[in-house]
Protein backbone atom coordinates (compact mmCIF):
# COMPACT_ATOMS: atom_id res chain seq x y z
CA UNK A 1 0.00 0.00 0.00
CA UNK A 2 0.89 3.49 1.04
CA UNK A 3 1.53 6.55 -1.49
CA UNK A 4 3.52 4.79 -4.20
CA UNK A 5 0.55 3.19 -6.26
CA UNK A 6 -1.46 6.18 -6.35
CA UNK A 7 -1.27 8.25 -9.34
CA UNK A 8 -1.99 11.92 -8.91
CA UNK A 9 -4.15 13.72 -11.41
CA UNK A 10 -4.12 16.43 -12.86
CA UNK A 11 -6.93 17.79 -16.56
CA UNK A 12 -6.41 20.68 -18.77
CA UNK A 13 -9.86 21.78 -18.64
CA UNK A 14 -8.88 25.29 -20.29
CA UNK A 15 -6.37 27.14 -21.66
CA UNK A 16 -6.86 30.95 -21.69
CA UNK A 17 -4.51 32.00 -24.34
CA UNK A 18 -5.69 29.55 -27.19
CA UNK A 19 -4.77 30.99 -30.38
CA UNK A 20 -2.06 34.01 -28.95
CA UNK A 21 -0.52 36.37 -31.40
CA UNK A 22 2.00 38.55 -30.11
CA UNK A 23 4.79 40.30 -31.36
CA UNK A 24 8.10 39.52 -31.32
CA UNK A 25 9.69 39.89 -27.83
CA UNK A 26 6.58 40.88 -26.46
CA UNK A 27 6.12 39.64 -22.71
CA UNK A 28 3.54 36.53 -22.12
CA UNK A 29 1.77 34.86 -19.33
CA UNK A 30 -0.77 31.96 -19.52
CA UNK A 31 -3.44 30.58 -17.56
CA UNK A 32 -4.51 27.04 -17.35
CA UNK A 33 -8.01 26.03 -15.36
CA UNK A 34 -6.75 22.29 -14.03
CA UNK A 35 -8.93 19.68 -12.86
CA UNK A 36 -7.77 16.81 -10.08
CA UNK A 37 -9.61 14.23 -11.83
CA UNK A 38 -9.15 11.34 -9.16
CA UNK A 39 -11.07 10.51 -6.18
CA UNK A 40 -7.68 11.14 -4.08
CA UNK A 41 -6.48 14.03 -2.89
CA UNK A 42 -2.97 15.07 -4.23
CA UNK A 43 -0.35 14.62 -1.58
CA UNK A 44 1.40 17.50 -2.53
CA UNK A 45 1.44 20.66 -4.24
CA UNK A 46 2.61 20.88 -7.18
CA UNK A 47 4.58 23.77 -9.44
CA UNK A 48 4.93 24.11 -13.02
CA UNK A 49 7.61 23.00 -14.97
CA UNK A 50 8.58 23.28 -18.42
CA UNK A 51 8.89 19.52 -19.55
CA UNK A 52 9.57 20.12 -23.57
CA UNK A 53 8.40 22.00 -26.97
CA UNK A 54 9.74 25.39 -26.85
CA UNK A 55 11.39 26.84 -23.90
CA UNK A 56 10.38 30.63 -23.57
CA UNK A 57 10.80 31.06 -20.16
CA UNK A 58 13.38 34.19 -18.99
CA UNK A 59 15.23 34.78 -15.58
CA UNK A 60 12.36 36.82 -14.76
CA UNK A 61 10.02 33.84 -15.48
CA UNK A 62 7.78 32.81 -12.38
CA UNK A 63 5.70 29.24 -12.26
CA UNK A 64 3.20 29.36 -10.00
CA UNK A 65 2.38 26.40 -6.96
CA UNK A 66 -0.93 25.65 -6.14
CA UNK A 67 -2.57 22.38 -4.35
CA UNK A 68 -2.97 19.87 -2.81
CA UNK A 69 -6.13 19.62 -4.62
CA UNK A 70 -9.18 17.36 -3.36
CA UNK A 71 -11.11 15.13 -5.91
CA UNK A 72 -13.13 17.23 -8.12
CA UNK A 73 -11.30 20.91 -7.32
CA UNK A 74 -11.00 23.11 -9.96
CA UNK A 75 -8.09 25.58 -9.92
CA UNK A 76 -6.01 28.06 -12.09
CA UNK A 77 -2.52 28.13 -12.40
CA UNK A 78 -0.40 30.72 -14.21
CA UNK A 79 3.22 31.09 -15.48
CA UNK A 80 4.24 34.67 -15.81
CA UNK A 81 6.87 36.78 -17.39
CA UNK A 82 7.49 34.59 -20.27
CA UNK A 83 8.95 35.73 -23.50
CA UNK A 84 7.97 35.60 -27.40
CA UNK A 85 10.94 34.32 -29.74
CA UNK A 86 12.12 37.25 -31.78
CA UNK A 87 11.73 35.42 -34.95
CA UNK A 88 7.92 35.18 -36.55
CA UNK A 89 6.82 31.16 -36.00
CA UNK A 90 4.92 28.95 -34.33
CA UNK A 91 6.04 27.84 -30.62
CA UNK A 92 4.53 25.43 -28.77
CA UNK A 93 5.56 24.39 -24.94
CA UNK A 94 4.94 22.38 -22.43
CA UNK A 95 4.23 22.32 -18.58
CA UNK A 96 3.43 19.27 -15.84
CA UNK A 97 3.02 19.94 -12.50
CA UNK A 98 6.44 18.62 -10.17
CA UNK A 99 6.59 18.28 -6.22
CA UNK A 100 8.80 19.16 -3.93
CA UNK A 101 9.73 15.32 -4.25
CA UNK A 102 10.31 15.73 -7.91
CA UNK A 103 7.46 13.41 -8.73
CA UNK A 104 5.21 15.15 -11.87
CA UNK A 105 1.95 14.08 -12.62
CA UNK A 106 -0.92 15.31 -14.90
CA UNK A 107 -1.82 15.57 -18.51
CA UNK A 108 0.86 17.81 -20.55
CA UNK A 109 -0.42 21.35 -20.45
CA UNK A 110 0.14 22.80 -23.71
CA UNK A 111 0.79 26.74 -24.52
CA UNK A 112 0.66 27.58 -28.28
CA UNK A 113 1.73 31.01 -29.37
CA UNK A 114 1.98 32.65 -32.64
CA UNK A 115 4.74 35.00 -33.45
CA UNK A 116 3.95 38.16 -36.52
Known amino acids: ?42 DQSG ?7 DNLETSNTVCESIGPLAPGQEAQVHVCDMEAPKLPGVYESFYRFQGADGSRWGQRLPFTVTVT
Not at 20 to 27: D, F
Not at 47 to 53: C, D, Q, Y
Request: glycine letters at 12%; zero cysteines; charged letters at 20%.
Open 1 to 42: GGMKGRKMMARLVRIKSVGLTVSPSEKLSNTWTIRNDSNQSW
Open 47 to 53: ALVHIGG
